[in-house]
């Protein structure tokens, strides 16, 4: 079964440019969850989605940034503009079940955005 | 608000030791917590959930514990072989119990 996939894996922009990243998650799994550490931090949650609605987006950093799960499947993440602040690897977890029950998160590998 | 503090930063211990890393959390008692292994350039992996109501859960050479007392978890890794060189991430429920958040992590380095 494949994993959680992250695309692209790494992608360099300037400043004001806008980037796209997209996570494809574990086949079935309603919970899609978008995570970021940026350099020398913790891995800080950014939003959830449960299908195509968005839980909770109560980390997205500010209005710069817009998630999208059309139809419950892949989820997209856009920067638009980027800053240079926005520099970071970006993570995209999954799970069946709800946090509250068991909460275990599979990961993509990440998306390293480096903003220059 | 909730928060998991991982103290070490790194910790290097010798092959065949046990590797010991602490995980504090803040404010009420989760009710579970998660610990999680990452390697360089790779997201994290789960490792092992262990509840509030377990004391200690073990899988392989891994033996965590939680105690509500303490806020505390530790986490053991027997018998510590170089593969076990990684950042180890603790990790818990916050109030809503809708994310997980996640400490900053402990970098081990196991010497042959």
């Known amino acids: 079964e494949a994993g959680v996939t992250q695309f692209p894996s790494h992608s360099v922009i300037e400043k004001g440019q806008t980037v796209t990243l997209r996570c494809d998650p574990i086949?079935?799994?309603?919970?899609l969850y978008w995570y970021r550490r940026v350099m020398g931090k913790e891995i800080k949650f950014l939003l959830h989605?449960?299908?195509?609605?968005?839980?909770?987006e109560s980390g997205m950093p500010n209005n710069r940034f817009l998630a999208e799960r059309t139809g419950g499947t892949y989820s997209t993440l856009k920067v638009q503009p980027a800053e240079l602040e926005d520099s970071g690897v970006y993570f995209c977890?999954?799970?069946?079940?709800?946090?509250?029950?068991?909460?275990?998160?599979?990961f993509g590998e990440g998306s390293r955005l480096t903003v220059l | 608000s909730q928060k998991i503090e991982q103290n070490s930063e790194a910790l290097n211990i010798q092959e065949g030791k046990t590797a010991t890393l602490t995980c504090n959390y803040t404010n009420y008692s989760p009710a579970y917590l998660q610990w999680y292994r990452q390697d360089p350039g790779r997201g994290p992996v789960f490792l092992l959930l262990i509840r509030e109501n377990e004391k200690e859960k073990r899988k392989e050479r891994l033996k965590v514990t939680f105690d509500t007392t303490l806020k505390q978890s530790l986490f053991h890794i027997t018998a510590s072989q170089p593969a076990d060189s990684a950042t180890y991430l603790c990790a818990r429920e916050d109030s809503s119990a809708s994310k997980i958040i996640f400490g900053s992590g402990t970098r081990l380095s196991i010497r042959p």
């Open positions: 989605f449960v299908k195509e609605s968005k839980q909770d």
């Open positions: 086949s079935g799994h309603d919970n």
């Open positions: 977890a999954s799970s069946q079940e709800r946090v509250g029950l068991t909460g275990e998160l599979f």
